[in-house]
């Protein structure tokens, strides 16, 4: 069955970096519209960074110049690469697939828009300590 698998979370001191990985099943394309999101307690989900079939990305200004978002086809894994970290970065974070076709990001789509993917990972915990 078609399945996300994120793994890499734990704790790390503020400053400290951190990848966390997102294994895809074959079923799902890697073309396909590709994000990461986090959610604190008492908080809305936030989409983290955003990444389509061509390698174009998106990132909201809370994470922008620390994280990166990047995948392998071959590997059929999503990544996240974490740098600088703050408290404030402390959330579960999930790995989620839109399905369906090629995904292009443009002024039409919302990469960050979590009510747009339809796959999701069970999530990984990061903790960030000060």
């Known amino acids: 069955q078609a399945q996300l698998v994120e793994s890499g979370g734990g704790s790390v001191q503020a400053g400290g970096s951190l990848r966390l990985s997102c294994a895809v099943s074959?079923?799902?394309?890697?073309?396909?519209?590709m994000a990461w999101f986090r959610q604190a307690p008492g908080k809305e989900r936030e989409g983290v960074a955003g990444?389509?079939?061509?390698?174009?990305?998106s990132y909201p200004e809370s994470v922008r110049g620390r994280f990166t978002i990047s995948k392998d086809h071959a590997k059929n894994t999503l990544y996240l690469q974490m740098s600088s970290l703050k408290p404030e970065d402390t959330a579960m974070y999930y790995c989620?697939?839109?399905?369906?076709?090629?995904?292009?990001?443009?002024?039409?789509?919302?990469?960050?828009?979590?009510?747009?993917?339809?796959?999701w990972g069970q999530g990984t915990q990061v903790t960030v300590s000060s």
């Open positions: 989620a697939v839109r399905g369906g076709r090629r995904c292009t990001h443009d002024g039409s789509w919302q990469p960050l828009d979590s009510q747009r993917y339809s796959y």
């Open positions: 074959k079923e799902i394309s890697m073309s396909s519209c």
């Open positions: 990444i389509d079939a061509y390698g174009s990305t």
